[in-house]
């Protein structure tokens, strides 16, 4: 395949795709940047850019119930405000948020994992951390810092739980993952004894198994 053709295919997949991925880029992009771009029209661009951390909230579970949303926006936004303390009040010294950041990573990892939480898990915690302790501050200010964090994450549980207000959309997201996983169930009846058999029967799996593992309540 030349490289004009793997543009062109690259162009044809993102423009079939950002139909249905709009609906989560747009409350993302909206939860991340106003608060940063708010903290900079303020004259205070560390502390938007602390509650942009929080707005990264906001990445988890787009599609989900809300619900189950509601509870993982809140749990995930708690736990950035956390790193974001944590990271401000190691940031002093190397070889502590060097332990401390170790710590995080293997705790959120396992809580992530126990969970059955999708991408990014764990990464978004261990980033906000990070770049928290680029910043170092003392405990006034690191928690300064966590409130801006959990402001941030409160926001972006507000943006991405607005869409529950319509009673016609409440259900959508249950609606949308059953129908998927029926599509994709369908899919693999069709390709049945073809090639396109493996790569469509794991769709089917992971489909199905999305449908089945992801709380109704």
């Known amino acids: 395949m030349t490289l004009a053709a793997e543009v062109r295919a690259v162009v044809l997949a993102l423009r079939g795709a950002a139909p249905q991925r709009v609906g989560i880029a747009v409350p993302t992009m ?73 710590l995080v990573a293997g705790i959120a990892s396992f809580v992530c994992q126990a969970a059955e939480l999708p991408p990014p898990r764990e990464l978004m915690l261990i980033m906000a951390l990070l770049a928290a302790t680029a910043v170092p501050a003392g405990l006034a200010g690191a928690a300064q810092r966590a409130g801006l964090a959990a402001a941030g994450a409160a926001f972006a549980w507000l943006v991405t739980m607005s869409p ?52 109704t309540g």
């Open 30 to 102: 909206v939860s991340v940047a106003l608060p940063l771009a708010i903290g900079v029209a303020a004259g205070h661009p560390q502390s938007g850019a602390a509650a942009s951390f929080g707005g990264l909230a906001s990445l988890y579970v787009p599609q989900s119930p809300y619900r189950y949303r509601a509870r993982v926006v809140a749990a995930v936004g708690a736990g950035l405000a956390i790193a974001v303390l944590i990271g401000a009040l190691a940031g002093s010294w190397t070889s502590v948020a060097a332990t401390f950041t170790g």
């Open 164 to 215: 529950a207000l319509s009673r016609g959309r409440c259900r959508l997201p249950e609606r949308r993952t059953v129908n998927g996983a029926l599509t994709a169930v369908a899919a693999f009846l069709d390709t049945a004894g073809t090639d396109q058999a493996p790569a469509a029967r794991h769709a089917a799996v992971e489909s199905v198994r999305t449908a089945r593992t992801t709380p």
